[in-house]
């Protein structure tokens, strides 16, 4: 039977925290109360409520193993990633009214780019439709039999494919939300009528609307996707073992985060990075 395309992004973005080894949760913690000090004022309180949620979330998963189907299963991991990045965000001090998917990806490209997360969880796509650029997964372009660490190429190959479709279709999406705005939409240089049919000039001016395409876009299609999956076998052990995996190190990094931000709270305030 073949797999649901979520299969894939999700075992290979499990086997890259594997690869990288348990979070350090202290060096962590240290090194996010530099990042809060440095960037933005916090909002613990808030932060550690959402934050609580997220971990309820993250031990529901796998508690109906062998019955509970893999969309459900997804549905869990996504709701303890996104919970837990509610949480970080609010930490920041990012406006949480009408915080909508679309507006935390954003910020969490920002922070990726920023290096304010682990380098297991910063790899990202930029570029437009045609030139997408992939950063921080240095082996994914080595052919297999030039190197040793074949299953280290593996996952950052299968890591670079995922991250590129889900590029391609954050820009798809803003391409229909954009073109049928009649006061947003690109349109022809020599007629004044809305484009149709994107070539490569289009798909730039578009691109500074996607901002950066990072592991929490391949968690956010993956949940969009299992919403039209009816189907009710129960998980498979791999995709069980995987979303254990994402779920726990995401937690583990967002309670390091976290950490960082009560310690930055309770020292004396430094001087804002410009």
Not at 131 to 137: K, V
Not at 156 to 166: T, W
Not at 238 to 245: F, N, P, T, Y
Request: hydrophobic share 50%; aromatic share 10%.
């Amino acid at each position: 039977m073949e797999k649901p395309p979520y299969y894939a992004p999700l075992l290979a973005v499990a086997a890259r925290l594997e690869a990288f080894g348990p979070l350090n949760a202290q060096l962590c913690a240290l090194y996010c109360t530099s990042f809060f000090k440095a960037y933005k004022p916090v909002n613990t309180s808030l932060a550690l409520a959402k934050l609580a949620q997220a971990q309820l979330a993250a031990q529901l998963i796998g508690q109906d193993a062998g019955t509970g189907s893999a969309g459900l299963l997804v549905q869990q991991v996504a709701c303890s990633v996104f919970a837990g990045a509610d949480a970080l965000l609010a930490g920041l001090g990012v406006e949480q009214v009408a915080l909508s998917r679309s507006v935390v990806l954003r910020e969490l490209g920002r922070l990726v780019i920023k290096h304010a997360l682990p380098s297991s969880l910063s790899y990202y796509a930029a570029g437009s439709v045609g030139d997408f650029s992939i950063h921080r997964l240095p082996l994914a372009e080595y052919p297999t039999f030039l190197h040793i660490d074949y299953a280290n190429i593996a996952t950052e190959a299968a890591l670079s494919v995922a991250i590129k479709q889900a590029r391609y279709r954050k820009a798809n999406r803003w391409r229909a939300l954009v073109q049928q705005d009649a006061s947003l939409a690109i349109r022809d240089q020599n007629t004044g009528e809305v484009v149709s049919h994107f070539g490569p000039q289009h798909w730039q001016q578009l691109t500074w609307r996607l901002g950066y395409t990072t592991v929490f876009d391949l968690v956010s299609d993956a949940w969009v996707a299992v919403a039209k999956d009816e189907s009710t076998e129960p998980a498979p052990a791999e995709l069980l073992h995987a979303a254990r995996v994402i779920s726990g190190y995401c937690t583990a990094f967002f309670e390091a985060f976290l950490a960082g931000a009560v310690i930055a709270e309770q020292e004396p305030t430094t001087a804002l990075a410009a």
